[in-house]
């Protein structure tokens, strides 16, 4: 009887009820807590989209931009380079670093023996023996030396041989700046340069002592008359590669102006034009 009392009791279905309302809402708790919430991701900030929008638009120029920051990290790098190399061996070794950085090689004045770096980039220890000596021998023959590249070069004025065969970036105005060595230059070769034309020769007017030059001008209509003008300009230098009857046509039994003659005239023309403007 005192147990069904205490069981129907009001008071004690009333803590029943609360009881099973508690579990039920920690179960609902625990469930909706256990359960992921899919939140949707944030915007793109607008600075992100501007950005995506200029990179789509503008890819090319900042490609380009990139390139040329790389190269102008590199021309610095090659700067202080050559900056340290001047100030611990002078002109005469920052010319002859110069040759062989870019594949060529050297000759130093009162030697034979002509210097270049090995396969893995390595320089003779006799050649740091010779950093009194002026260089008066350069081969850069196959190397992309260009205009600016003579900056490292104008200071050997006892330079006698320079060798530029097959050089792409050799043109009229590297050869009109040669005229520095026109007190020592006594060789030059110029054969396999793409960009040496017929106009471009006469620069060379101011090698006095040029001994010998080597050509070829594939581009030339009449190369053996380039080589005839050439020679009446530099009388003392005998020029190869180039044969007098290359280009030459008979002359016509009329008498008439044939257009060989011709030819020879407007070549003269231009070489004295080129001489006369040059000085």
């Not at 002109?91 to 130093?108: C, E, H, P, Q």
């Not at 002509?114 to 390595?122: A, E, P, T, Y």
């Not at 070069?153 to 006892?158: I, P, R, T």
């Not at 041989?161 to 007190?183: A, E, N, Q």
Request: hydrophobic residues 35%; charged residues 20%.
């Amino acid at each position: 009887m005192a147990v069904s009392l205490l069981v129907n009791s009001p008071f004690r279905l009333i803590g029943i009820k609360s009881w099973s309302k508690g579990c039920v809402g920690a179960v609902a708790k625990r469930c909706c807590s256990s359960s992921p919430v899919s939140t949707p991701p944030p915007p793109p900030s607008p600075l992100k989209t501007r950005a995506v929008v200029f990179l789509s638009k503008y890819f090319n120029d900042v490609e380009w931009l990139v390139e040329r920051t790389s190269a102008f990290r590199s021309w610095m790098q090659k700067f202080s380079y050559y900056g340290s190399t001047l100030g611990l061996y002078g002109d005469n070794m920052i010319a002859t670093f110069y040759i062989l950085r870019l594949g060529g090689s050297v000759r130093f004045a009162g030697h034979s023996e002509w210097f270049r770096q090995d396969s893995r980039g390595r320089i003779s220890k006799n050649m740091l023996k010779m950093v009194e000596l002026p260089v008066d021998g350069v081969d850069a023959s196959g190397t992309l030396i260009d205009y600016d590249g003579l900056d490292y070069l104008v200071s050997q004025s006892g330079l006698r041989t320079l060798s530029l065969s097959g050089c792409p970036k050799v043109d009229g105005w590297f050869l009109s700046r040669l005229y520095v060595f026109r007190d020592s230059l006594e060789e030059l070769n110029l054969s396999g340069c793409p960009n040496v034309t017929e106009g471009a020769l006469a620069s060379l007017h101011h090698l006095r002592n040029l001994r010998r030059l080597e050509l070829s001008l594939p581009a030339s209509s009449n190369p053996g008359l380039v080589r005839i003008l050439l020679e009446e300009v530099l009388p003392d230098c005998h020029v190869a590669g180039i044969e007098y009857n290359q280009g030459l046509r008979h002359t016509d039994p009329q008498g008439t102006e044939t257009d060989t003659e011709r030819d020879t005239a407007s070549h003269r023309d231009a070489l004295t034009h080129r001489d006369t403007s040059t000085h």
